[in-house]
């Protein structure tokens, strides 16, 4: 449902040749692999795949309206996050794509994906 519109706003931006950043748990590494045969672009998925409870429901983290769940949603919820790291994981293992888990030193580990795009902007 959401592909075309990513199609549509890769198309409108690729011809300004800035740096743009678009993201979201709905774009797939098969979308990708696709949408790279006609558009330049860098890619890199990140992944929690060591995420506990815990660390989900922390409020310092990226699901602070988790802190005061039940149990039972924050288990969930990290389960819905390691199956969906194991799948980004292995299509983009499959597929080629840089992918980083951000699960364990996150600041360094953000800092090697940012410079891997930024070397895929560098001219040959």
Do not use: K
């Not at 797939?28 to 006609?38: I, K």
């Not at 199956?83 to 293992?93: F, K």
Request: net charge negative; proline share 6%.
């Amino acid at each position: 449902m959401f592909e075309p519109y990513l199609e549509q706003a890769i198309r409108f931006l690729a011809p300004l040749g800035q740096p743009c950043g678009i993201e979201g748990e709905v774009i797939m590494p098969e979308t990708v692999a696709r949408l790279s045969s006609d558009y330049d672009l860098r890619v890199v998925f990140l992944v929690r795949s060591s995420a506990t409870s815990a660390n989900i429901s922390d409020s310092r983290g990226p699901n602070p309206w988790l802190e005061r769940a039940t149990p039972d949603l924050a288990s969930s919820v990290t389960a819905e996050v390691l199956s969906w790291s194991r799948h980004l994981q292995l299509a983009c293992r499959r597929l080629s794509i840089r992918c980083f888990d951000v699960g364990g030193d996150f600041e360094h580990t953000i800092e090697e994906a940012a410079g891997a795009l930024m070397a895929d902007a560098r001219p040959a």
